[in-house]
């Protein structure tokens, strides 16, 4: 398998190259879980995959539940449906619980704390109510519950991780909370074995080809889980190596290739899953040589990055000026005559996507 194979094979599964979806808790579904720590780019990156749709499509599904942002996995937010939330909590959390031990300690927050806290949090949002965290501070501090600086962010955090609360709809620009029981009255309940082979199947399915490695970074669960969850993929599931690394990939095998008429060049939201979902990131990052062991700096996957045909090929900036949103392009290569082409049409679809005027420089 060649890194071209293996950039091919991730734009078709994540649903980059094109999509067979047409909302926007499908893409999710599809995805298990879309890392949303960034609102306005966690959207974009819906918008990416899929077509007709613009912001205002994706806030309203927010709003209206139809998907959810909670903390799972690592500690940052995800995006993530009704129907899956509960089981994938249940397999997450107690992984995100350990890595963040260091902080409750520094923080002076222990069970006892977090118990009385998730009490008073059900019971300030009980009865359907959806409230900013300035309210929940202020309960929490009227029942006694410290919550000043990070302490509130980790109180928080901790009833998400129980499932006691999860995103209600925003209230402007603010963001709310709502009790997860009332938001999410029924869902789907697996035991863990269910649920660790459910979220592996996902994982490959929408993200292959990946590594063990890969997994289990992305997923934040043990090596020992990540191996028993591979092992309960189906025989759909390739196993190869690749050329370069010499790491076992799996994926589903598919014999679509990419045509003119797909999307492999696109201004890649921030934090998004083409870049964060693997642990290593090299195959999607610029590389002019590509030369085995050639030293790279960091992983650039994170801010505004252009890619070009599947691969970091430069930088993109929105800029607003008299109400009109400029695209700024820094391309690290020259584009002939096609890749700029791709690149003006990757612009146009995310000034589409956000809805307003457009103009490009680069």
Not at 101 to 117: Q, V
Request: charged content about 25%.
């Amino acid at each position: 398998m060649t890194a071209s194979d293996i950039v091919k094979h991730r734009l078709i599964n994540q649903q980059i190259a094109e999509t067979k979806f047409k909302k926007p808790h499908e893409i999710v579904s599809w995805m298990g879980a879309v890392q949303a720590q960034d609102f306005a780019m966690a959207k974009w990156a819906i918008g990416l995959r899929l077509s007709g749709l613009n912001d205002a499509d994706v806030e309203k599904a927010f709003n209206d539940g139809a998907i959810l942002r909670t903390h799972m996995l690592r500690p940052t937010w995800h995006f993530v449906t009704p129907a899956d939330i509960r089981w994938m909590l249940a397999l997450t959390s107690p992984r995100v619980n350990v890595g963040n031990a260091h902080m409750y300690r520094k923080l002076e927050l222990d069970n006892k704390i977090f118990k009385r806290s998730n009490d008073k949090l059900a019971k300030t949002l009980l009865g359907g109510k959806q409230l900013t965290r300035s309210t929940l501070k202020a309960a929490l501090e009227k029942a006694k519950i410290s919550s000043d600086g990070l302490r509130l962010g980790y109180l928080l955090m901790r009833a998400e991780l129980d499932g006691i609360i999860c995103s209600g709809p925003r209230e402007g620009k603010q963001f709310t909370y709502a009790l997860l029981e009332e938001r999410v009255p029924s869902a789907i309940t697996l035991d863990r074995e269910e649920a660790l082979a459910e979220l592996t199947k996902r994982y490959f399915a929408s993200r292959g080809p990946a590594t063990l490695q890969d997994f289990a970074w992305w997923s934040g669960l043990t090596m020992k889980d990540a191996r028993a969850g591979m092992s309960a993929l189906s025989s759909h599931f390739v196993h190869e190596h690749d050329s370069i690394y010499d790491q076992e990939y799996l994926f589903v095998g598919t014999e679509s290739r990419l045509e003119p008429k797909h999307q492999s060049t696109f201004l890649m939201p921030d934090y998004d899953e083409y870049g964060i979902s693997y642990r290593n990131r090299s195959y999607a990052q610029f590389n002019p040589k590509n030369i085995i062991g050639e030293k790279r700096d960091g992983n650039p996957v994170y801010n505004h990055m252009l890619v070009v045909d599947g691969v970091i090929r430069g930088t993109w900036r929105r800029v607003i000026k008299n109400k009109t949103v400029f695209i700024e392009i820094t391309s690290f290569i020259t584009l002939n005559a096609s890749k700029n082409h791709a690149v003006v049409k990757a612009v146009r679809k995310y000034i589409e996507f956000v809805g307003s005027k457009r103009n490009l420089k680069s």
